[in-house]
């Protein structure tokens, strides 16, 4: 008994260390106390029935010593204890696998599942994604309960005289009419089964499917539930999942551009950003989320107005939008240390020397010089969404 105890003890004391982050929580000897007393509640319920029977068989002896027979006495009896019996080789088979399914969770989640987790703006979780088993294994759980419940029921039913064959044929045929009308939910569970076995996603992964993305927050035996980084929870079936994209496998390549006047030396822009990622790198908090440095990829393009200069680094998922704030606020920092700006949105109408010009000309002139301006940054506005500048990517 105290064995099959182990995991229900364990069980208690993490639901109480979470209450008593809320200061409602037991302490651990309380916790014991309180457990032992209810087993001993069952032991002594377990001994008084158990009296019982012993009390009707004896006064079932009873009456066949002194020639009274009752019919259904021993029947009744031997299905009693048959079904005790079951029950009994059930419930410890389901506190051993749910005890060993249990264990092999808490095996499977990260060191970090203990710890404040940090979520950035964006709604990545900084912690490290939990196993492949804490996705699988309450999965199996869940069916091993299933089939034990299943098959306690027959046997109970089998021992207190019932025709069992019957129910299996019905069963049969109820499970072939539910097979045709429900052949989308079928079509969930197999699809659901070989995303698993494809190991495609895990819980507290940042993925994307289609047009819905979020972090895998629970896998039911239908569904996949998907929370936004908006706080929506999103509960999508495995059948309509399509094409997958996991965000946190391998690492996160961020590119992002920065504009600078046709006179600035690059040379030194290229300098700065190198001394800004190696600082980064040595940075305690930041360093160890850094996959590559940071770096300059020198002069990506030249437009109209401005020349455009592209940074680079690749990050652990989730990291990547602190580091890349982080970034910005550093080489802006060292920019602005040495005297290098950031090109300016302007625009500069030239009008006829020697010419005078009325205010009203003027006013209309300003005007056409701004429309000119608003349509130009439009248009390379669109230029950089079509090129996908400053967007991240996954790297393997």
């Known amino acids: 008994m105290s064995t ?27 916790i014991e106390q309180r457990i032992t007393r209810q087993k001993l509640n069952m032991i002594f319920k377990a001994v008084r029935f158990m009296r019982l029977m012993v009390l009707i ?25 048959e079904s005790l019996i079951t029950i009994s080789l059930g419930i410890m088979a389901w506190r051993l696998f749910s005890g060993y399914i249990e264990r092999k969770i808490r095996e499977s989640l990260p060191e970090e599942e203990d710890k404040e987790k940090e979520e950035s703006d964006e709604g990545w979780s900084t912690a490290a994604q ?16 299933t089939v034990l419940v299943v098959m306690v029921t027959l046997i109970i039913l089998s021992s207190i005289g019932v025709n069992i064959g019957p129910l299996l044929a019905g069963a049969g045929v109820i499970g072939l009419a539910i097979g045709f009308g429900a052949q989308k939910l079928v079509s969930d569970i ?17 993925v994307q499917a289609g047009s819905i993305s979020g972090s895998v927050e629970a896998i039911t035996l239908r569904n996949v539930m998907l929370r936004h980084h908006r706080g929506m929870l999103q509960i999508v079936p495995y059948s309509e999942l399509g094409s997958i994209t996991n965000f946190m496998r391998g690492g996160i390549v961020v590119k992002f551009n920065l504009e600078f006047p046709y006179d600035t030396d690059i040379d030194q822009v290229r300098k700065i950003i190198k001394k800004v ?20 990829q020198g002069i990506r393009e030249i437009t109209s107005s401005v020349m455009v200069v592209r940074a680079k680094f690749t990050a652990k998922p989730g990291a990547h939008f602190i580091i890349r704030r982080e970034a910005y606020r550093r080489i802006t920092e060292a920019l602005m240390a ?3 700006h950031y090109a300016h949105r302007k625009v500069i109408v030239e009008l006829p020397e020697g010419k005078e010009i009325n205010p009203a000309d003027k006013e209309k002139i300003a005007q056409a010089g701004a429309a000119a301006g608003l349509a130009l940054m439009a248009d390379e506005e669109a230029k950089k969404t079509e090129e996908g500048g400053g967007s991240a990517s996954s790297s393997n």
């Open 4 to 30: 099959l105890g182990i995991y229900d003890v364990r069980e208690e004391m993490e639901r109480q260390a979470a209450l008593a982050a809320e200061g409602k929580g037991e302490s651990s000897e309380e």
């Open 57 to 81: 068989a004896i006064t079932s002896w009873l009456f066949a010593l002194w020639g009274y027979e009752i019919p259904f006495a021993a029947g009744l009896i031997k299905a009693i204890f």
């Open 130 to 145: 939990r196993g492949r088993s804490y996705t699988l294994l309450p999965m199996v759980r869940k069916f091993i309960g």
């Open 190 to 206: 197999l699809s659901g089964f070989f995303y698993l076995l494809d190991d495609a996603f895990r819980v507290g992964e940042y």
């Open 277 to 296: 990622g190696e600082a980064m790198l040595k940075d305690e908090e930041l360093g160890k989320d850094f996959i590559r440095p940071l770096k300059s």
């Open 338 to 340: 040495k005297g290098i």
